[in-house]
Protein backbone atom coordinates (compact mmCIF):
# COMPACT_ATOMS: atom_id res chain seq x y z
CA UNK A 1 0.00 0.00 0.00
CA UNK A 2 2.94 2.35 0.80
CA UNK A 3 4.82 2.16 -2.42
CA UNK A 4 1.16 2.84 -4.49
CA UNK A 5 1.09 5.90 -2.59
CA UNK A 6 4.78 6.97 -2.62
CA UNK A 7 6.03 5.70 -6.30
CA UNK A 8 6.59 8.35 -8.38
CA UNK A 9 4.53 8.45 -11.15
CA UNK A 10 6.19 7.27 -14.21
CA UNK A 11 6.87 3.86 -12.34
CA UNK A 12 3.62 2.77 -11.69
CA UNK A 13 2.85 1.17 -14.81
CA UNK A 14 5.39 -1.53 -13.80
CA UNK A 15 3.92 -1.60 -9.95
CA UNK A 16 0.70 -1.93 -11.36
CA UNK A 17 2.15 -4.97 -13.97
CA UNK A 18 3.80 -6.66 -11.19
CA UNK A 19 0.57 -6.73 -8.94
CA UNK A 20 -1.44 -7.88 -11.65
CA UNK A 21 1.53 -10.71 -12.25
CA UNK A 22 1.48 -11.74 -8.42
CA UNK A 23 -2.39 -12.00 -8.72
CA UNK A 24 -2.59 -14.21 -11.67
CA UNK A 25 0.19 -16.66 -9.92
CA UNK A 26 -2.01 -16.63 -6.91
CA UNK A 27 -5.46 -17.28 -8.23
CA UNK A 28 -3.84 -20.30 -9.85
CA UNK A 29 -2.37 -21.31 -7.08
CA UNK A 30 -6.00 -21.65 -5.78
CA UNK A 31 -8.18 -22.73 -8.53
CA UNK A 32 -8.02 -26.33 -9.58
CA UNK A 33 -6.50 -27.19 -12.62
CA UNK A 34 -8.71 -27.29 -15.85
CA UNK A 35 -7.50 -30.97 -16.17
CA UNK A 36 -8.68 -31.76 -12.43
CA UNK A 37 -11.83 -33.17 -11.24
CA UNK A 38 -13.62 -32.44 -8.52
CA UNK A 39 -16.68 -33.57 -7.24
CA UNK A 40 -19.28 -30.66 -6.04
CA UNK A 41 -22.59 -30.78 -4.41
CA UNK A 42 -26.07 -29.73 -6.09
CA UNK A 43 -26.50 -26.09 -4.92
CA UNK A 44 -22.42 -25.16 -6.40
CA UNK A 45 -23.57 -26.85 -9.48
CA UNK A 46 -27.20 -25.08 -9.57
CA UNK A 47 -24.49 -21.81 -9.13
CA UNK A 48 -22.51 -22.51 -11.75
CA UNK A 49 -25.04 -23.11 -14.05
CA UNK A 50 -27.33 -20.36 -12.91
CA UNK A 51 -30.12 -21.97 -11.97
CA UNK A 52 -32.06 -22.57 -8.48
CA UNK A 53 -31.36 -25.58 -6.56
CA UNK A 54 -35.15 -26.79 -6.60
CA UNK A 55 -34.34 -26.35 -10.93
CA UNK A 56 -31.53 -28.10 -10.76
CA UNK A 57 -32.94 -31.28 -9.13
CA UNK A 58 -36.33 -30.73 -11.27
CA UNK A 59 -34.49 -30.78 -14.11
CA UNK A 60 -32.83 -33.55 -13.07
CA UNK A 61 -36.04 -35.86 -12.38
CA UNK A 62 -36.84 -35.10 -16.36
CA UNK A 63 -33.50 -35.40 -17.94
CA UNK A 64 -30.92 -36.80 -15.75
CA UNK A 65 -27.42 -34.87 -16.45
CA UNK A 66 -24.80 -36.44 -17.34
CA UNK A 67 -22.33 -35.42 -15.23
CA UNK A 68 -24.74 -35.92 -11.87
CA UNK A 69 -24.33 -39.22 -9.31
CA UNK A 70 -26.95 -39.14 -6.89
CA UNK A 71 -25.97 -40.72 -3.26
CA UNK A 72 -28.84 -41.18 -1.26
CA UNK A 73 -31.47 -38.31 -1.92
CA UNK A 74 -28.71 -36.08 -2.39
CA UNK A 75 -27.16 -34.95 -6.16
CA UNK A 76 -23.27 -34.21 -6.67
CA UNK A 77 -21.75 -33.16 -9.60
CA UNK A 78 -18.25 -33.58 -11.45
CA UNK A 79 -16.84 -30.18 -11.62
CA UNK A 80 -15.00 -31.18 -14.99
CA UNK A 81 -18.01 -33.12 -16.31
CA UNK A 82 -20.74 -30.24 -15.56
CA UNK A 83 -17.95 -27.37 -17.75
CA UNK A 84 -17.77 -29.97 -20.28
CA UNK A 85 -21.56 -30.17 -20.17
CA UNK A 86 -21.73 -25.86 -20.73
CA UNK A 87 -19.27 -25.68 -23.53
CA UNK A 88 -21.52 -28.96 -25.54
CA UNK A 89 -24.51 -26.81 -24.80
CA UNK A 90 -22.33 -23.13 -26.08
CA UNK A 91 -21.89 -25.46 -29.41
Given at each position: M???V???????P???GEIETIRIVALARIQPAKDED???????AA???GIARSTFYRNHKR????FV???GGKLTA??????KYQQAKRR
Open positions: QLATLPPDRLEFLRTIDAQTDELKPYPSPESLAGLR
